[in-house]
């Protein structure tokens, strides 16, 4: 596993992946399994991003996240035009990096976390342990939208009923406006973590995702009204941002113009391995 692959090795990997995946148009999301050639290339650059941001580099990442590798699932994005990667993530199965982290960070105990958000009921959990899109790419936002896209792809296809995640106050952001309806973690506030002065443990039903982001959608294309989250600015600016969200809603939410770019091998391989929370 490594989070530090040098650009030729990177470029190399990704000529393989996108010659054995054909898909329409200028990008590719893969779901690969921790073992896939792919996942060290997502793990780099799951490691830029956050170097860039927080300042962690490739031995903080893998501290981190190495023992968790196992449980992950990785969601890269590739760019044909390139032939270089545009952004990843990853989840964890069990809860992952969230549960063993936020109990501590929230001053909850985990059976309070559990107990507060009927995790007993033996539903699979995933940790939405980290998602970032590289600088060049994040104006247009496919990118990003193909990353939560695929994500909520992925989870349907594994019968996922649990999400919880740790998000930095941007992500945060982001989220809410794409209309994820996130709740605090057993009602807690937000923390200092990993380089981030402000992050939050949230949770949410993986089944409540896409109809609340397509209703964000749809409250988001009418000219005024309320909805989730906030935009910036005002006049011209604040209804072509509220114009722009609304088709990225709507497009993660139907998967419109973004499944067809979409290839699961870490599933469909059956590569991918979890294992149960702990209460």
Known sequence: MAYDLSPAEIARRCVVAL???????????????????????????ERQVFEAAFGNDAATMAREYGHHDPHSLHFLVLDRETGRPAGAGRVIEGGGKTLDDAPDHIGRDLSDIVEAHGLHDGGKIWDFATVGVLPEYRRGLVVSSLLYRTFLQAGKRANVKHIVVMLDHRAHRNLMLLGAPLVPMAGSEPFEYLGSASTRAL???????????????????????????EIRGWGLKRLLTRRVAA???????????????????????????????RR
Do not use: C, W
């Open 19 to 45: 010659a054995a995946h054909s898909t329409r148009g200028r990008f590719t999301a893969l779901a690969v399994g921790p073992d896939d050639p792919m996942a060290d290339v997502a793990r780099t650059v």
């Open 247 to 277: 088709r990225v809603s709507e497009q993660v939410a139907t998967g419109e113009g973004l499944n067809e770019h979409i290839v699961m091998p870490g599933l469909e391989r059956r590569r991918f391995r979890g294992r149960k929370a």
């Open 203 to 229: 949770y949410v039903p993986f089944a409540d995702l896409e109809p609340a982001i397509a209703e964000q959608g749809r409250r988001l294309r009418r000219p005024v009204g309320s909805f989730a989250g």
